[in-house]
């Protein structure tokens, strides 16, 4: 069946470039396969939940292994939670909390176990939320940003993130929220 | 003569007559004829069903439809499912919720699919509604038991109530303690994905005890066995249960318990839940089974033996939802014992292992279509494929109307031959002519979307996965598939070509998603430019499309019709290519 006859995509209306030209140009362009190939290494490259992509983030030219595709195969998380945890690295092993901003309407999800310290953390809700975090220090806690980092441990309470170690910090945070400076102060008293 | 009779009939007699239409499509035909009907069945169409939350605003369809009493919204696109779409993305409802509480003061039913749903938002619908009956929450986020509290606490008519897969901050199980004694009127509680260990258990008791209606319940995973026949005892006329955890060491007197509460029921058809199963529990199934429609054990790390005992019990099957520890004998024994299923989904044990962990093939998928001539719908995970086997399934059951095969390694040919699975596929759809659900596995050329264009004339819904050799394929399905409303793609070598030369179908759909494939940025700024009823958004997590070259593919695109415009809740990482927009952003 010669369907090529039917792409007579020449005479479409829609079309890159101006009319009389030819879009040569564009053809040469390589498109994405696996999207790992063609991204720049990024810390924070994991906003999608696959876990292990960022530490492939180093290799940038690196093919993603074969069982890390991202939401391949397609099946729900709820499922793959109710099955009984696997050896295989990737998608389930992950310490996945929740972050809010005041004042955005949106929430995110970010993989703790993706990032080797509170530097690479704070770099990339940085990045998700666009705002500066400012300098930390034990004494001060977040020195000049309206917007503080803190988070929610197993007992409930909420914590400026940086005050505890950092393995401390990723088996007890349950959730992240960026406060309006104003309200975080008192937070992470010295005990 | 002939435009007189339209109006010869008074507004309250047409009024009558359309409340006997019920369905979308007639209504609107109806709405067509002249303007009186469309002014007359407006204010008298009483549900509303939205597929895609921005494709139109709550102010527009409140303007339009007055009376509503019963709205169904779908947020986030289907690949939301799969992680592909960021969270904060989108789909709130909180504005929607807002809107009508102002303009339907007796709204009672919200079904909402895909959505993010504040506990504001549960709050607002519990103060706001009077007569509030019916919420569906599938596959949504974003509420604690909070929320739900304000639900169960409010709505003194609570009819349904049903939370299936949807995400919940767990904060207590005191919620369900909420519901006054005076709330007798529960039909349906689904509470099946709610993780805590704390529901509290002595307020459900008493709640069943007082709902005399009620016909579904569905536990969640903390419920333990021994619970369950004091639940049953309290609700013999449930149609429809899903167990907790369906596990316990043996004995003798818990057993007993449980199989006379189960026979106690004899109304029941349709079971699930089985988390943790202990196999010789199942036996107090039995007197149960003869009767049973629907059968969900996809959650049940059970294996064959104990799989196949069971489904020869249930003759009457006409839905199973089962892992693939069921494997080729499982299916057989199936096929022979069911003769009624029209329904089959089969979850992979282990999705993730390189080498299969169960002898579950494309055999198991043959012997069901041989045994089962009413076989309609198909889910199913398996390792290996050939076209034979799929021309075979196609011949054999040609009224499938919904066909799913995920080959679980990406671009896997035909086991026997090597070949592209092209011809099977193309069986499927050629024989099955009321295919409207069709989603793609395997390795897969050009060809296949030559049949699919060719052949697929009724489908609806297509999801298509590392396939196809070049636009040539995205053109056949986009120019062939007159009753195509949902295309979803990733990984496929389709570029601007296709797309932009079939611009125009994308009108006549409800949405497009494509992720990793080779559609340029400057292609999607055509299209927003030259296609003012859609919108077109790109998505991109690391860094603004219009930091690269124009010809530089986009990571995500999501293509969607709408009546509203470009969306005012955007994140930062979705940019919308309509022109005014992009001015602001």
Not at chain 2, 370 to 379: A, E, F, H, T
Not at chain 2, 525 to 550: A, C, F, Y
Request: charged letters at 25%.
């Amino acid at each position: 069946m010669a369907f090529e006859k039917d792409l007579n995509l020449d005479a479409t209306e829609l079309r890159l470039g101006l009319p009389g030209t030819s879009d040569e140009s564009a053809k040469n362009q390589t498109p994405a396969t696996l999207r790992s190939n063609n991204k720049r290494a990024l810390p924070e490259e994991s906003m999608s939940s696959n876990a292990t992509a960022s530490k492939n983030c180093d290799q940038e030219t690196a093919p993603l292994p074969k069982a890390q595709v991202i939401g391949w195969p397609p099946i729900r998380s709820y499922r793959k939670n109710n099955l009984q945890p696997k050896k295989s690295e990737g998608e389930i092993s992950g310490i996945y909390v929740k972050v809010s901003m005041d004042g955005a309407p949106y929430l995110r999800k970010i993989d703790l176990k993706v990032f080797k310290g509170y530097q690479e953390l704070l770099k990339a809700l940085e990045d998700m939320f666009k705002f500066k975090a400012g300098e930390y220090s034990e004494r001060e806690g977040y020195n000049g940003s309206e917007f503080v980092p803190t988070y929610e441990d197993k007992d409930g309470d909420w914590m400026l993130v940086g005050d505890v170690p950092w393995e401390m910090f990723t088996n007890s945070c349950k959730k992240l929220r960026i406060m309006k400076g104003s309200e975080a102060r008192g937070l992470g008293c010295v005990v | 003569m002939q435009k007189e009779m339209a109006y010869s009939f008074p507004d309250e007699v047409l009024k009558h007559v359309f409340s006997f239409i019920q369905s979308d499509k007639d209504r609107n035909a109806v709405s067509l004829v002249c303007k009186s009907w469309y002014e007359i069945e407006r204010w008298c169409r009483r549900k509303v069903f939205i597929g895609n939350c921005y494709a139109v605003s709550p102010r527009m369809v409140i303007r339009r439809f007055p009376e509503v009493r019963s709205i169904e919204l779908k947020g986030k696109p289907h690949f939301a499912d799969f992680n592909l779409v960021p969270d904060g993305w989108g789909g709130y409802v909180l504005q929607w919720i807002a809107e009508m509480a102002g303009a339907y003061p007796w709204l009672g039913e919200i079904r909402l699919k895909r959505m993010v749903v504040t506990d504001e938002s549960l709050e607002l619908i519990a103060k706001s509604f009077k007569n509030f009956k019916v919420l569906v929450l599938f596959s949504c986020e974003g509420f604690s038991t909070d929320g739900l509290a304000a639900i169960a606490a409010s709505c003194k008519n609570l009819r349904e109530l049903d939370l299936r897969e949807s995400e919940v901050d767990d904060l207590s199980g005191h919620w369900l303690a909420q519901f006054p004694e005076t709330c007798t009127s529960l039909v349906s509680l689904n509470i099946s994905c709610l993780g805590s260990d704390e529901v509290s258990f002595s307020a459900l008791e008493r709640l069943v005890d007082r709902c005399p209606n009620l016909r579904s319940l569905q536990l969640n995973r903390a419920v333990t066995l021994d619970k369950i026949a004091n639940i049953l005892r309290r609700a013999p006329q449930l149609v429809d249960f899903g167990t907790g955890n369906y596990a316990a060491e043996l004995q003798p007197d818990v057993f007993s318990n449980l199989a006379g509460a189960f026979s106690s029921c004899k109304e029941l058809k349709s079971l699930s839940g089985f988390w943790d199963v202990v196999p010789a529990y199942l036996p107090a199934l039995y007197s149960i089974c003869p009767r049973l429609t629907s059968l969900n054990l996809s959650y049940a790390t059970i294996q064959s033996p104990d799989l196949i005992k069971l489904v020869s019990h249930c003759p009457r099957l006409q839905r199973l939802l089962v892992l693939d520890y069921v494997e080729d004998s499982g299916l057989e024994e199936l096929a022979s014992s069911c003769k009624d299923l029209q329904e089959l989904r089969v979850f992979p044990s282990d999705p993730f292992g390189v080498e299969p962990n169960v002898s579950l093939t494309e055999q198991g998928l043959v012997a069901v279509s041989l045994g089962c001539p009413k076989l309609q719908s198909v889910l199913y995970f398996c390792r290996r494929m050939s076209n034979a086997a799929l021309v075979t399934i196609a011949q054999n059951c040609p009224n499938l109307t919904r066909f799913r095969l995920c080959i679980i390694e990406p671009k896997t040919p035909d086991y026997l031959t090597l070949d592209p699975l092209d011809a099977g596929f193309g069986a499927i759809v050629e024989h099955c002519k009321d295919l409207r659900r069709l989603s793609l596995s395997g390795l897969l050329t050009d060809h296949v979307f030559e049949y699919i264009g060719t052949y697929g004339k009724k489908l609806e819904m297509l999801s298509v996965a590392f396939a196809g050799d070049s636009d040539l394929g995205l053109h056949h399905v986009l120019s062939g598939c007159e009753s195509l409303r949902k295309l979803e793609i990733r990984d496929c070598p389709f570029g601007d070509k296709a797309l932009l030369a079939n611009a125009a179908k994308l009108e006549t759909m409800r949405s497009l998603w494509m992720s990793s494939c080779a559609v340029s940025f400057g292609a999607c700024k055509l299209l927003g430019q030259k296609m003012p009823k859609l919108n077109v958004e790109v998505i991109d997590e690391t860094e603004p499309p219009d930091s690269r070259p124009e010809s530089y593919p986009v990571d995500k695109l999501y293509i969607y019709k709408s009546v509203a415009g470009p969306r005012f809740d955007m994140p930062p990482f979705v940019w919308s290519m309509d022109e005014a927009v992009k001015i602001l952003h």
